[in-house]
């Protein structure tokens, strides 16, 4: 079985179809795939701070076990957990959203000794195996380098999109705990992702092809479509997602994700007829 972390409010929806349709078609085991999705309302925040929907929940089993019958998805409603230790926190207006934070409560929910956490803005170009089924031994987790952080911070700063956390480990170090206890006492550049990183006792860095932020290779595993520079016509900075599909194609010129995005754009059509 492998085990998947998302994490976000209703509006994850089109990230959450298509990395899952990249991962589901990009990959030739038939090893079925569940799908932990922590959300969660905090609309006394912000009144778009809703979250997952229980319609969303519906079409999304719908569409992951179409691949495989054993394939399915769970919504774990982590509110309680953010109020009683975020609820004004120096981080509540993290730098994306409150949501940013809610992974840090996965030993707090009964998860699996093995989860792969993903941002929803990333697409896999190779079978998830690649990554999934690395031995993770006595490390906390696995992860990429920053693009930028990289360069700016150190050579080793590793980006949180994309993580293989040693659950079993994370509990015995109290790398979950320590992050919490960060985000509760201090204000974060990037909050989760340098709380992550200021717990870590051991990890492993691996190879940008599994977690890419910027290009993509023959050998990429993940495509991570965050925020990046561009130095043409002027220095700007944009956030393209892979659901931006003819942006994806105008400005990236990928195609080699267009049955993938062909998939979604039909499917999102079909929820609107058939879930709303």
Request: aromatic share 16%; charged share 30%; net charge positive.
């Amino acid at each position: 079985m492998i085990n998947i972390l998302y994490c976000g409010n209703y509006k994850v929806f089109d990230g959450m179809l298509t990395t899952s349709l990249s991962m589901l078609k990009r990959s030739k085991s038939d090893e079925p795939i569940t799908f932990h999705i922590f959300t969660m309302d905090v609309s006394h925040l912000r009144e778009d701070y809703l979250p997952v929907t229980e319609k969303q929940l519906a079409f999304f089993n719908e569409v992951i076990k179409e691949y495989n019958k054993e394939n399915k998805a769970i919504l774990v409603d982590v509110t309680q957990f953010y109020k009683d230790y975020f609820t004004g926190c120096p981080n509540e207006d993290a730098y994306c959203s409150p949501y940013t934070l809610i992974r840090l409560f996965a030993d707090l929910v009964d998860m699996p000794s093995k989860v792969l956490y993903l941002d929803c803005d990333i697409m896999f170009n190779k079978d998830v195996h690649l990554l999934y089924d690395k031995d993770l031994g006595d490390y906390e987790y696995f992860a990429s380098r920053d693009h930028y952080g990289k360069f700016l911070v150190n050579p080793n700063y590793i980006n949180a999109g994309v993580i293989l956390f040693n659950m079993k480990k994370c509990k015995e170090t109290g790398l979950f705990q320590k992050a919490r206890e960060w985000i509760q006492k201090k204000k974060l550049v990037f909050a989760d992702q340098s709380a992550i990183i200021r717990s870590t006792t051991k990890r492993k860095v691996l190879s940008q092809r599994f977690n890419d932020q910027k290009f993509l290779y023959k050998n990429t595993v993940i495509r991570h479509f965050s925020k990046r520079l561009f130095w043409l016509p002027y220095p700007h900075t944009d956030n393209i997602k892979q659901w931006h599909v003819s942006r994806v194609h105008k400005v990236f010129k990928y195609y080699n994700f267009d049955d993938i995005l062909f998939e979604y754009i039909y499917l999102k059509e079909k929820f609107s007829r058939e879930y709303k």
